[in-house]
Structures are given as C-alpha cells and as structure tokens.
C-alpha cells in the first residue's frame, strides 16, 4: 500500500517542486493550504494553517508521513509546533522537516544584525521544536535557495545608487528542485535524524552574486563591499552557511537567473 504523506506548504516554492517527486514515487499525497484550492489530479487538497493550528487535527488524520515544508523567516518555531502537536495527536510515524545550513551555528545575539539572520534563527527555533517532538523525525538542512539570494538582493538594491554587500561573506545557493528530489528520498525512508546536508554546485561571493543579479535584472546599482560588524556576519565569513563537502546540487545560480529573469 503506498505511504500516505502529507506536505504543509504545498503552494509554495518548495512544496510545489515536491508534489511530482512523490506522485511519480506512486506515494498517496495530501496537501495542506490555508485557502480552498482546486482538485488535482492525483492529490488531495485539505484546508489548515500551521501558523494557528487551526484545521490541523482533521487534516492530518490516516496521514503516515508529514513533510513541513511551510516555513518562514517570522513564526517558524509555532509552525513547527502545531504541526507537532497535530502530528504526535494523529499517530503519524514520520516528521521530515526542512531547515537551512547554518540553522545551528549561525549565532544571534542580542539585534538582529539584519532580517537574513533573522531567517537563521527561526530556523534553529524550529528545529529545537522537531527534535523534542514525540514523533520519529528526519530533518534536511539545504544551503540558501536561488531565491533567498534574489530575495536580500532586492532588499539591499532599494537604494538608487548603492548596492551595498557585506564583505567576505559568501554563498553556495541551490536550486529547489534538487532540494524537493533528496526531500522525496528522505519522506519515502525511515526516519533518519538529521540527514546530510545538501548544497548548489558552485561557491560564489556576495560580491559576485550581486553582480550577476544586477546584469540579470537589468538594474544600475554600484556594488559597496561593507565591512559589517557583528557575530552573524563573523559566522557567515567562516563558512557556517555552507557545505562544500556536500555541493550535490546541480542547478546552478546562472541557470536560475537566466529562467527567472530571462537574460
């Protein structure tokens, strides 16, 4: 009989890319959103939101496997929680959690050096929620997605002139589809613990990823390398936010810029 697993997060970038990895698996999918979506072929749509719990305990009924794909750079650690507590309620046998690299030694101390730490922190918080869970867990740590790169870059670009960078600081983006493949593997074994890691093909400098983005996007910025203070930043220079060893992604940075912005 095939596993029934159930993905919070389904309409996002990641839960998107997951749903045809395990309807090609043959596994039975349910798939959480907090709005009424259309039939799929195949899967089955049922309403909750893990921000508030509300709608879960119905939803996660005869479910074997939970894949927690809705995260967020606020209220992660709630997230997690509900989905918990709904989980362990249920008897569901599996939690498969997605994280990011450097969750556990990317520090924050007291501010917030900038709302990308913040990403990093919520990220730890809700680890700390899986792995005190009742529940049989498997927990993959991705480096940063194509898209969280995009996401700063844009922040930081607002200015009209500047673009400025945090200097020494680097980044191994992957893309979310080899992300989604290795979070198939893991939902359809046992669980696991914390599995091994996965990162993108290539190390790039903030420097030149910002420099990529700008050709891409076609914006005129001139690219600042600050000297930031701050133990966030210190971690991010020593590599806590990536794996080398485990560069087993295959989509790279300039692929994704080209499909995204199409130059």
Partial sequence: MPAKIMI???????????????QQAGAELRLLSRSEQPAGDGFE?????VSTGEG?????????????????????ADKARHV???????????????????????????????????????????E?????SPIPWTMLRPTQ????????LDQLSRTPV???????????????NDVAVRLGELALADPAGIAAPIGGPRIYSFDQLAHDYLTATGKRRVVV???????????????????????????????????????
């Fill in 8 to 22: 919070t997060g389904a309409t996002g970038n990641l839960g998107r890319a997951l749903v045809p990895v395990l």
């Fill in 45 to 49: 749509w049922v309403r909750g939101d």
């Fill in 56 to 76: 879960l305990e119905v939803a996660v009924k005869g479910v074997d496997t939970i894949v927690h794909c809705a995260g967020s750079a606020q209220g992660d």
């Fill in 84 to 126: 918990v507590e709904a989980a362990a309620a249920a008897g569901v046998e599996h939690l498969v959690h997605v994280s990011v690299v450097g969750a556990d030694t990317i520090p924050v101390v007291g501010r917030i050096d900038h709302s990308m730490f913040g990403y990093f922190a919520a990220k730890r918080e809700a």
């Fill in 128 to 132: 700390q929620v899986v792995m005190g």
């Fill in 145 to 152: 997605f194509h898209s969280f790169v995009v996401d700063q």
């Fill in 162 to 176: 500047l673009l400025p960078v945090f200097k020494g600081v680097s980044f191994q983006p992957v893309d979310v």
């Fill in 225 to 263: 390398n600050l000297p930031v203070p701050g133990a966030s930043v210190k971690a991010f220079r020593a590599g806590a936010n990536m794996v080398p060893d485990y560069a087993t992604g295959t989509g790279t940075w300039e692929a994704y810029l080209a499909e995204r912005f199409g130059r």
